[in-house]
Structures are given as structure tokens and as C-alpha cells.
């Protein structure tokens, strides 16, 4: 089955950087789409970014465009957002998401959701 594993969260200082990774498997076909949600305390779930894995198609969220990069590398199965410039209100726990679906955007994502779900990896924005 398939099953995303994330790493790279932790404790960052406002204005910071930080890079998720986020490694996949158990896809049987080597293009689909993988991508990140967050949810802060007490808030909704909220999509933030897809890629598609072999064309590289991205999408961002208005709160992650200009200051997070999604991007992947195929020969390792994996997914990664560097997040720039990083904000208190970007304190949250972030799922790497992935999804058989190629056609995805982020209206789909928080309208429909991802098939496949990791364990969710806390970041935290703080001084």
C-alpha cells in the first residue's frame, strides 16, 4: 500500500527557513501527485501546495505563494516545500498528502482531499 513519510519540521525563528521532505511508495505507476496541508490550532485543515510527479505542474495556496517552493525528485520518490520567510500564523502541523489523480489543484485538494495521508510533521514559528 502506498505510505508518505514525512521529516523536517521543528522550531524556526520568524523570518526563518525550513525544507519538509516527504518520500513515498508503494505507488505502482510513477506519476502522481503529492503535496502538502497544514492545520494550526484550532483551524481547518487548509491545502497548500501539489506537484505532480513527472510533469512537475505546481500549485500554491495565496498563503504559500511567494515564500514556499514545492518541488520533487522522481529517482528517490520524493517530495519537498521549502518554506521561506516563514510567520508566526505558519505554525501548524504539516500532512504530505498524495493522491493517484494527476488532475489536481488546490481548489480539488480542500475541496476533495487526498487519497494517501502522512503522520503530519509540527512546525513551529517562534522567537
Known amino acids: 500500500q502506498v505510505q508518505l513519510a514525512e521529516s523536517g519540521g521543528g522550531l524556526v525563528q520568524p523570518c526563518g527557513s525550513l525544507r519538509l521532505s516527504c518520500v513515498a511508495s508503494?505507488?505502482?505507476?510513477?506519476?502522481?501527485?503529492i503535496g502538502w496541508f497544514r492545520q494550526a490550532p484550532g483551524k481547518e485543515l487548509e491545502a497548500g501546495s501539489c506537484?505532480?510527479?513527472?510533469?512537475?505542474?505546481?500549485y500554491y495556496s495565496d498563503f504559500a505563494k511567494g515564500r514556499f517552493t514545492i518541488s520533487r525528485d522522481n529517482t528517490k520518490n520524493t517530495g519537498y516545500l521549502q518554506m521561506n520567510n516563514l510567520k508566526h500564523e505558519d505554525s501548524a502541523v504539516y500532512y504530505c498528502?498524495?493522491?493517484?489523480?494527476?488532475?489536481?489543484?488546490?481548489?480539488?485538494?480542500?475541496?476533495?482531499?487526498?487519497?494517501?495521508w502522512g503522520q503530519g510533521t509540527l512546525v513551529t514559528v517562534s522567537a
Open positions: 506537484i505532480t510527479m513527472t510533469h512537475g505542474v505546481e
Open positions: 498528502v498524495a493522491d493517484k489523480d494527476t488532475l489536481i489543484n488546490i481548489v480539488t485538494m480542500n475541496s476533495y482531499g487526498m487519497d494517501y
Open positions: 508503494g505507488f505502482t505507476s510513477d506519476d502522481y501527485t
